[in-house]
């Protein structure tokens, strides 16, 4: 990858840069190209103090390497969506769906560039009366009728989306529950304030697996991110931390890596989805360094085998299956494809 630190408008090979009217923060790419022109929808989401936000729906042409607006798919979105997905391939829908938390989780219908078009909000509180902000999710691509959301009220929740209903709720930690992460049908982990990361198997939903706690007490874990080349491994952040961790999960409470290059906070992570062995995370030191995994760690850590920087903090990452040669960064107020 090369350098990107320019602020304008870049089309060259390796890099190319979208620029919002309002600051970025949430990210998703479609799992499956567009059916009128096979061009790759990328949903960006404003990041504004302001009750009204906005999602906006853009598309990347790999072959003129160039971002391409649609004035039918842009949307008002109450308070900054905290995520953003679009619906799995395996779900065989003719139109992609795309999902976004925030006060709720809410499910639109994205008509190719004709419009995007609401199909449910749904609401986890059992009283009506008060919504807990939804800090994440992650849409099941193996059974992709379920999504799972986490909350500041210490709660996953499982979401049947064809009947839009709650199929499980489950009081996850002790504190607020930041992210969530699938890895099989039945199967799937979060990551709270309480510094706990845990695994739930909703055969058994009374019991969870504690697989990596804060080595300081009370340092909360911020993200998660199964690998789903290889189950056995799985990433997470801690807060204020310059550290990626790497967890084996037949190994619990050691870490069998941490990636310590990043000058300052890690705000992102995202495994290769065509690689077992390689991840990229990204964070306030304006880099997103992609990493491979050796098999065994040597005893001066382990170095990035490519950087990128940005023009400032880096606070969304994406790499998309359907996109596996570009990563997907967000910064200020822009969105930049980096040719990997």
Same mark, same amino acid.
């Given at each position: ?57 853009? #598309?990347?042409?790999?072959?003129? @390497?160039?971002? /391409?607006? %649609?004035?039918?798919?842009?949307? !008002?979105? &109450?308070? $900054?969506? +905290? ?112 510094? #706990?990361?845990?695994?739930?198997? @909703?055969?058994? /939903?009374? %019991?969870?697996?504690?697989?990596? !706690?804060? &080595?300081? $007490?009370? +340092? ?121």
């Amino acid at each position: 990858m090369e350098n990107s630190t320019q602020e304008s408008h870049l089309r060259s090979e390796n890099t190319i840069t979208y620029e919002s009217p309002y600051p970025l923060y949430a990210m998703a790419i479609s799992s499956t190209p567009s059916r009128t022109n096979q061009y790759q929808r990328i949903a960006l989401g404003s990041f504004t103090e302001d009750y009204d936000n906005r999602i906006d729906i853009v #598309s990347f042409d790999p072959e003129t @390497l160039s971002v /391409k607006t %649609h004035q039918n798919l842009s949307l !008002e979105h &109450p308070y $900054p969506p +905290t995520k953003l997905m679009f619906s799995p391939s395996s779900l065989h829908k003719s139109n992609d769906l795309l999902a976004s938390s925030g006060d709720y989780l809410r499910l639109w219908e994205v008509r190719d560039s004709a419009s995007i078009e609401p199909v449910f909000v749904l609401n986890n509180s059992k009283t009506g009366e008060f919504c807990a902000p939804l800090t994440s999710f992650d849409w099941n691509d193996i059974e992709p009728k379920r999504i799972g959301t986490c909350s500041v009220d210490t709660t996953c929740t499982i979401w049947d989306i064809e009947k839009g209903a709650v199929e499980t709720q489950l009081i996850a930690h002790d504190k607020e529950v930041y992210d969530i992460a699938w890895g099989e049908a039945r199967v799937f982990a979060s990551v709270s304030a309480d510094g #706990s990361v845990r695994i739930f198997d @909703l055969r058994d /939903k009374e %019991h969870s697996t504690i697989i990596y !706690e804060s &080595p300081r $007490p009370d +340092t909360p874990l911020l993200r998660l991110a199964w690998n789903k080349q290889d189950l056995r491994y799985m990433a997470t952040t801690l807060m204020d931390s310059n550290k990626v961790v790497i967890l084996d999960i037949r190994s619990p409470t050691i870490p069998v890596a941490e990636l310590e290059r990043h000058r300052s906070s890690v705000n992102a992570i995202a495994w290769a989805p065509q690689s077992c062995c390689h991840i990229c995370s990204a964070g306030d030191d304006s880099q997103a360094l992609i990493w491979e995994l050796p098999t065994v760690a040597g005893p001066n850590g382990i170095d990035p085998m490519s950087m990128c920087s940005a023009a400032s903090e880096i606070n969304q990452l994406q790499w998309s299956a359907a996109l596996p040669d570009w990563i997907a960064i967000a910064f200020s107020n822009k969105m930049q494809l980096l040719k990997v």
